[in-house]
Each structure stands twice: as structure tokens, then as C-alpha cells.
């Protein structure tokens, strides 16, 4: 059996808080967005794909592995941005300053030791909060709402500490992906 998996960093409570204050303020703009629930709100390190249930162990290892490596990065919420892709989904995202070194050696970790079970990662990392997605909608549409985004005053959110890596399922249903976690590992 196959499993839909990625590791991420979960959000403290507080920054997932702050976070729902700017969904709330961009559904006022009445944008063609789909906020992310702020369960789902995370940092994606390593999107893994249809993997082999033999492997969940080794991945859980590789995750365990890794955040004994790492102490926990400062990092804060520092710009608002979209990400328009024509072929796939747009989003919304925050853009992440502070310790980002630390988040970007986590996952060349990762990705190190993911090649070694013979799974292919991507080419670029590019460390951010997905909070939004734009609904199915024309490109003049989404260009539209982007322009507003653009013009939305933001001002950067409290730093944080990621305290932890896991391994997530991503499961799809009729009301869109929900997640499971596998396993969860505390950075040092």
C-alpha cells in the first residue's frame, strides 16, 4: 500500500493564531482564496509523495535522525506574498527571515539522507507558510486578487521557535486533504 507523505515543522499555537487574523482580514477582501485551516498550517521541508509502506520506518528514522542534529531556528513571519502557477495550485504564503540557514540545512539533511533509500527530492527549497490558496479561477482573476495582496499593509508577525520535525500523511477527500500524523521528533 502507498502513502501520500512529507515532512514538515509544526506552528506553535500563538503564530497559527496571529496567522488567522490576516486569513480573516484577506476573506474580508473577498478574494478567490481558500484559507489553509490552521491545522494544517505548518513548514514543509521534504515532500515525499506515493511511498511504499515498507519505508515509513526508515523515514521515521531518517526524521528522528536529523532533529537530534538540530537545535530549534528563531524565525519570523516576515512578508506576505503570492505564488501564481498556471498549471497548479496558487497560493498565498508568508515569507520566513531569521534562522531560514537552519531550516535550509534540515532539509539537505533530509534530503541526504532520503537519497539513500532511493528517494528523489526536489531541486529547490524555499522555506515559507502556506496560508492560502487561490480558488480555480481565470488569470485575470487570480492577477486581480494578487494586485490586492500586494496592497494588503503587513507588518511581520512575533518570532518563534520550531521546536519539532514530522512525518505527515496526506490524505484526499471529497472536502479536500486532511493529514495525519506519523510520527514527531522534538529539535534540541
Known sequence: MKHRLFIAANLPRETALAIGKIQADLEALKLPLRPE?????????????????????????????TAASFSSPGLIPSFLDSMYNKHADSYVYLGLSGDTDVLKSIYKSLSLE??????????????????????????????????????????????????NISLYESLLSQKGSYFRLIGQQPLH
Open 37 to 65: 485551516p490552521q491545522e494544517k498550517l505548518h513548514i514543509t521541508f521534504n515532500f515525499l509523495g506515493r511511498i511504499d509502506e515498507e519505508k515509513i520506518s526508515d523515514i521515521n528514522e531518517i526524521v528522528s535522525k
Open 114 to 163: 532520503l537519497s539513500r533509500i532511493s528517494l528523489p527530492m526536489a531541486e529547490r527549497y524555499f522555506p515559507h507558510i502556506t496560508i492560502a490558496r487561490f480558488q480555480k479561477a481565470d488569470p485575470v482573476t487570480v492577477k486581480s486578487a494578487m494586485d490586492k495582496i500586494d496592497q494588503y499593509e503587513f507588518n511581520p508577525l512575533p518570532a518563534f521557535a520550531l521546536d
